[in-house]
Every structure is written in structure tokens, then in C-alpha cells.
């Protein structure tokens, strides 16, 4: 691995177990079959309804998403409104390959990805066709072509959706904002709608199942998320940063940073006191106080060293811990 490639401390073992009720096998296989058909659907629908003008593509984009995320048995909460349209950078913090659809389920939009995706079966394909922007992680010399794709897509009224952390966490830590996919929407002069996502159990404590982190392969994620219980996901969309408002990336990167980090689901204890059992879209909610910024440090600094850790994970070693194949 490259050494300005984004690592995570968190492991399977110790951030992604179960820690709860378990559904019975049956319900897991029947949930795994409702979830493949849904992506089977989606990789045949993709072309036609990328031909289909923004708002009827959107709806069915958000009902197909909602629908594999309930599949697998996952409640779903939405804090805020998307607002108007038009195109903005849309960053989230960053936990499970069901993230993507997740996102998808609240502001239907293009996603940037690691390129390694194209070679998952069924995800790959369906990730193709429905126009990800895909980017070489361990070739740098490939980045500033990848912000001037994404540059256009944005210029062009497209929301673009990135993971900005690089890799994946477990939920009760998060890693630093890289600021190159900043700069795309700096050069198109849009917005940026930070979005704070989070997988709780029914006391409001992080769930670990959902998260996708060091050499955690699909397989098993999959049966682990199809076999949980009781798991609620959040996603809360936070006040947009408008163009204009910060000279430079790294600037925006700060600031979209702090929106995110200023929330729960990112350190044990966090509780919500809401239940639904339907997705609902509510105000935005205040969460605790941000934990307290990272000294300021060049890029390459700041890919070559990890990001503090409040989790509970026991491997501190970011060699052989690191995440490599984070879906973005």
C-alpha cells in the first residue's frame, strides 16, 4: 500500500461484531434473496432511468434505495430537507458499503468510488451503470483528472456524493477530511451538504454490524448485516456550505469536517430517545460538542498519519488495520 493512501485503526474483530439479538437464519436468507433481486432490478433499470429527466429519476433512485435498505431489515431516519436542487458536493462521513445506498435513499446522486468496485459481483456492475465516477486510490498522478470529472459533473447541475475520510471507520470514531475532492467543488463554484451518518441499536449505542472496516470481506458483511436486529440508520443532512464562503480547500474541508464530527454516532453513550420503525424526515438535531480539531498539517502529513481513535478497538496499528477496500 501506497503510504498516502488513508488508513483506519478499525478491525472486524473488534468493531464489527454483534451486540445484540440475532435474526433467525431463515429471515437472514430470506433478506439476502429480497436484497439480490433489488440489486438484480437495479443494475437492468440503471440505463433507462439514467435517460429520465432529474426528478422522476430521482424518485425511483430513492424508492430502489430505501427499499434494498429495508431489505435487509434496517429502519431508516432522516433529520432535515434536501432543500432545493441543482448540483452540490455532497460529504459524509463514512462506515459500511451501505452507506452508498443509504445515501441514495435521502439526495439521489452520482458517487465517487475506488475503481477496485467495478470488480464486485452485482455491486460492480450495478455501480457502472448507474455513473459512478470511479478513482484510481493508489495512483495520485490519477487525482487532479478525477476532480476535474467530478468538476463537471458538478458545473453541470449533478450532485456528487464522496467520502472524504478514504477509508471506512466503525462509527465511534472518524478519520480526517482529505481536501482534494473540495477543490471540485470550489472550481464549480457549488455548495457542499455535509451529511452525518450513523447505525444505531435501540438504545441509541453505535452498531457495529453494519461496519465494513479492515479485511472485513463483502460475504460476511452481508450476512452479518442480514443477520442483525433492531438496527435504526440515521442520516442526518446538515446546513449547506455555500460557494463563496472559504478561499480554499482546505478551508472547506474544515469546516464540512466540524459539521460532521459535531454529531452523535461517533462516540459510545450517544442516544437519540427516537424509535420509528418508518423512515421519517425530522429537523436537524444538535448532537455534543465536537471533539476538538486536528492540528493543522499538510496533505501529506495528514495521509501519512491516522487520525485519533475514541473507539473501542484494540489494534492501534494502522499497517495492519488500515482499510484498503473502502468503497470510496
Not at 144 to 149: H, K, L, N
Not at 172 to 199: E, K, S, T, W
Not at 224 to 233: K, L, T, V
Not at 302 to 312: E, F, I, L, M, T
Request: a positive charge; hydrophobic letters at 45%.
Amino acid at each position: 500500500m501506497n503510504a498516502w493512501l488513508p488508513t483506519s485503526p478499525c478491525t472486524p474483530e473488534a468493531c464489527a461484531g454483534h451486540g445484540g439479538r440475532t435474526a433467525a437464519v431463515p429471515l437472514a436468507v430470506l433478506r439476502l434473496g429480497a436484497a439480490v433481486a433489488l440489486l438484480l432490478a437495479g443494475i437492468l433499470a440503471a440505463p433507462p432511468v439514467r435517460l429520465l429527466p432529474a426528478g422522476p429519476r430521482h424518485r425511483l433512485v430513492r424508492a430502489w434505495a430505501t427499499a434494498l435498505v429495508r431489505a435487509f431489515g434496517i429502519r431508516l431516519t432522516v433529520y432535515g430537507g434536501p432543500g432545493l436542487g441543482g448540483g452540490r458536493l455532497v460529504v459524509a462521513n463514512h462506515i459500511s458499503w451501505l452507506d452508498i445506498p443509504l445515501v441514495a435513499a435521502v439526495l439521489p446522486c452520482r458517487m465517487l468510488a475506488k475503481s477496485d468496485i467495478r470488480a464486485w459481483p452485482v455491486l460492480g456492475r450495478l455501480s457502472d451503470r448507474a455513473g459512478t465516477l470511479f478513482i484510481e486510490r493508489d495512483r495520485i498522478r490519477a487525482l487532479p483528472a478525477t476532480v476535474g470529472r467530478v468538476t463537471r459533473a458538478l458545473r453541470v447541475g449533478e450532485r456528487v456524493t464522496v467520502f472524504p475520510e478514504g477509508s471506512t471507520w466503525c462509527g465511534r470514531a472518524q478519520g480526517p477530511f482529505r481536501r482534494a475532492a473540495f477543490q471540485a467543488a470550489l472550481d464549480a463554484r457549488v455548495p457542499v451538504q455535509p451529511v452525518r451518518l450513523a447505525y444505531l441499536r435501540a438504545d441509541g449505542s453505535p452498531a457495529g454490524e453494519p461496519s465494513f472496516v479492515g479485511d472485513d470481506p463483502l460475504t460476511a458483511s452481508l450476512w452479518r448485516i442480514a443477520r442483525s436486529r433492531g438496527i435504526r440508520a440515521e442520516v442526518t443532512l446538515l446546513p449547506r456550505i455555500p460557494p463563496g464562503r472559504h478561499a480554499d480547500r482546505r478551508g472547506l474541508a474544515a469546516a464540512a469536517e466540524a459539521a460532521v464530527r459535531g454529531s452523535a454516532g461517533a462516540a459510545p453513550g450517544h442516544a437519540t430517545g427516537r424509535r420509528g420503525d418508518r423512515a421519517a424526515v425530522r429537523p436537524p438535531r444538535p448532537g455534543p460538542p465536537a471533539q476538538p480539531a486536528l492540528p493543522p498539517a499538510t496533505d501529506s502529513d495528514r495521509a501519512k498519519r491516522p487520525a485519533a481513535s475514541v473507539h473501542h478497538c484494540s489494534n492501534s496499528s494502522p499497517a495492519a488495520a488500515s482499510s484498503p477496500r473502502t468503497p470510496s
